[in-house]
């Protein structure tokens, strides 16, 4: 009876260390992405900070440069439209922008860009409907108008709202002025193209299909602070 009774409680015990070798290696796994996280979130509070400091160093109108697969657009950001241009600014810092499709193309009109979601073919039907998960207020100043190379930020229509607020992330490009000006005082215009309207028209006239997408991608590589700046 002993003898059964030992057997039973090395058994006992070997299940035991087995148990405990596992929670052990558990522990450690859970420490290592707890570990991984709390230095992911300290990389990002650190790369925050500098976008921050980024932003306060800009000059009071700022050249961008938007680099595409056609050519490079310069643009300028205007002074009296601040909560845009910061924006814009933080975005191009963090790389939002990188490699996201011209989406919406209409010669004679303008070309858009700036939907995350057009990174992944697999969103294509969702095309225009993506952004950063927030809406920026409307900044409108009357000096500001959709001349040819204007950059504004699209937004969703009137009846959902209201206050005419701006997408987080997506903008437009003036290809046609006279077009446009029936735009006047319902978009934020937010800066000008100083250099690179060319590209712009080659961009517009591209071949285009459903939804105005461009049938050959037209792909924004970066947008970056111009080196003059």
Do not use: W
């Not at 924006?87 to 490699?99: C, I, M, P, T, V």
């Not at 060319?198 to 792909?219: C, H, S």
């Amino acid at each position: 009876m002993k003898r059964i009774f030992t057997v039973a409680m090395c058994c006992i015990c070997a299940a035991s260390l087995v148990s405990s070798c596992g929670n052990s290696g558990k522990k450690a796994d859970n420490d290592g992405a707890s570990g991984q996280a709390e230095a992911d979130s300290v990389a990002k509070v650190e790369q925050t900070k500098s976008i921050m400091k980024k932003i306060a160093e800009l000059p009071e109108e700022p050249v961008f440069d938007i680099v595409t697969t056609e050519g490079i657009i310069k643009v300028k950001l205007y002074s009296k439209t601040p909560k845009h241009r910061e924006n814009f600014a933080k975005l191009a810092f963090e790389g939002f922008y990188d490699n996201i499709l011209f989406h919406r193309v209409i010669n004679g009109f303008m070309i858009q860009a700036g939907d995350p979601l057009t990174k992944d073919e697999a969103n294509a039907e969702k095309f225009g409907t993506g952004g950063p998960g927030y809406t920026i207020e409307a900044e409108f100043v009357p000096e500001y108008t959709h001349k040819k190379g204007a950059i504004a930020a699209a937004r969703r229509g009137d009846a959902v709202n209201p206050f005419k607020e701006s997408s987080g992330s997506q903008f437009y490009l003036v290809q046609d002025a006279y077009a446009c000006s029936q735009l006047d005082g319902d978009y934020t215009v937010f800066g000008e193209t100083v250099e690179g309207i060319d590209i712009i028209d080659r961009i517009a006239a591209v071949e285009t299909g459903r939804r105005d997408r461009p049938v050959r991608n037209i792909k924004i590589i970066t947008v970056k602070l111009d080196e003059e700046n």
